[in-house]
């Protein structure tokens, strides 16, 4: 193929800066971008012979996993189009990487230094090990994307092996900062770092999740020798061919927390000034033997160009169907020791979703993260209020957001959706989870007493 234009497929369902900015890095080195998602994307078989639509020559896999309810949905998906051409990141590859405790595992096993962790199936068997992380641990699901699903936990209370319908696991916390808690970003691309930073955590956080709201600065140039070279072999070893290798520093050297294969280019970009995105696009376009102006892929990396793309399908004129959402909502929320049904109430003009702090302790939300200013009434300025992660559950789908806590039991319900949860829905004002029943016996159905 060498010497023609290279069909490059983007597989991915969303709209990413990230995705836009390899689809137009493969146009600006001269080969034809191609996106493939729900508008186009189609895979035929007639007369056993089998196409994909539209026609591509290799894939680059930008499926995100994490933050699906149906990962093996999306996995299965790559595979169908890993099978019948070439593609970065494979399925396997990212299956075993989006897991976090398949990736401390794996890694583990190959002698990277991980932190010390516990995945138990059974309540009794992770709490009875849990003394041995000392008094404060990590408490993480074991798939979870942008720091949601990530607590700093007292772990002289119990916890659960499940947060919601998700594996949870208990792993030990790597700090030697004592002003400020950073960790290392290195994004490799094949066998070359791209690019590093360090991540720091925001203030009142102790995660470093550029999405959070952490700050960064540019460490290509000054990376110690051994976190870059572990941060090579924990990408090869877990079959990548490229990601984010998220690194912190302990006392005894460098550990691997997490290798995400759909890591983000904004803040290696904002720290470094280097895109990965035509980096990517080179090889995959020389995976296939198509050429590529090494000169080009420099010069293009000096710009995130996240535009729309010329190849973006023309978008649906009709509306997508959002869920419907009643004004009072029967959930299921979760905390570090619980989880519980209870009564919410839809609030579309309260930015942030609120719980009770009864409830709040029974789920064990928390720790407390930081401090919020909530408006309230007349009070200028606003009310502190503590703020802590919870895991919401409505019919199918899950929601990790950061919800403040305050006294609601003189008012009729213990939760209150804010607009952090509601952007993905339709509010029925009519629709209400505790009149329901009363309705229902008024029309002559039996109840149970």
């Known amino acids: 193929m060498s010497g023609d234009a290279v069909r490059v497929g983007v597989l991915s369902l969303h709209n990413s800066k990230e995705t836009k900015a390899i689809c137009n890095a493969v146009e600006d080195l001269g080969h034809e971008p191609v996106w493939l998602r729900e508008e186009n994307a189609a895979i035929s078989v007639e007369d056993g012979v089998v196409e994909i639509e539209p026609a591509v020559d290799v894939i680059a896999n930008r499926l995100l996993v994490s933050n699906t309810d149906q990962p093996a949905e999306l ?35 190959w002698n990277i230094r991980v932190p010390d962790a516990l995945l138990a199936l059974s309540n009794d068997r992770l709490n009875e090990d849990r003394e041995r992380f000392g008094d404060v641990g990590v408490y993480k699901t074991a798939i979870g994307t942008h720091g949601g699903g990530t607590w700093k936990v ?20 790597i700090d030697r900062d004592d002003e400020k808690h950073r960790d ?27 999405a959070l709201g952490g700050a960064v600065e540019d460490a290509t140039d000054d990376m110690p020798e051994e976190a870059a070279e572990t941060a090579l072999y924990a990408a090869d070893v877990m079959g990548l061919d490229y990601a984010g290798v998220d690194l912190v520093e302990g006392y005894d050297g460098w550990y691997v927390l997490e290798v995400n294969p759909t890591a983000g280019f904004k803040g290696l970009y904002e720290a470094t000034g280097t895109s990965p995105a035509p980096h990517i696009a080179k090889l995959a376009i020389e995976s296939v033997d198509g050429e590529v102006d090494d000169a080009d892929v420099e010069r293009i990396a000096a710009t995130l160009d996240d535009s ?55 789920i064990g939300a928390g720790p407390i993260k930081s401090m919020t200013r909530v408006k309230s009434g007349s009070v200028k300025g606003g009310k502190a209020r503590p703020v802590v992660d919870l895991v919401i559950g409505i019919g199918g789908n899950q929601h990790t957001v950061t919800a403040s806590v305050e006294d609601r039991g003189h008012m009729e319900y213990p939760l209150l959706l804010g607009r952090d949860i509601l952007t993905d829905y339709q509010v029925d004002v009519r629709k209400r989870a505790d009149v329901e029943e009363a309705e229902r016996g008024e029309a002559g159905e039996i109840l149970e007493e």
């Open 154 to 173: 007292d772990l002289t209370e119990r916890v659960n092996p499940k947060v919601g319908n998700r594996q949870a696991f208990l792993q030990q916390l």
């Open 308 to 362: 729309r793309p010329s190849c973006a399908p023309v978008p649906k004129t009709r509306p997508e169907e959002q869920p419907v959402i009643g004004y009072i909502e029967e959930v299921v929320v979760t905390g570090t020791s619980g989880s519980t049904q209870s009564l919410a109430k839809s609030d579309t003009g309260a930015t942030r979703t609120s719980i009770d702090t009864q409830l709040a302790a029974e």
């Open 184 to 210: 290392l970003r290195v994004y490799i691309v094949g066998d070359e770092i791209v690019g590093s930073m360090y991540r720091y955590a925001p203030e009142g956080d102790w995660r470093t999740n550029v």
């Open 75 to 109: 996995l299965g998906l790559a595979a169908t189009f890993e099978r019948i051409r070439p593609m970065l990141n494979e399925p396997n590859a990212v299956l075993a990487s989006i897991h976090k405790f398949a990736t401390a595992a794996t890694l583990a096993d």
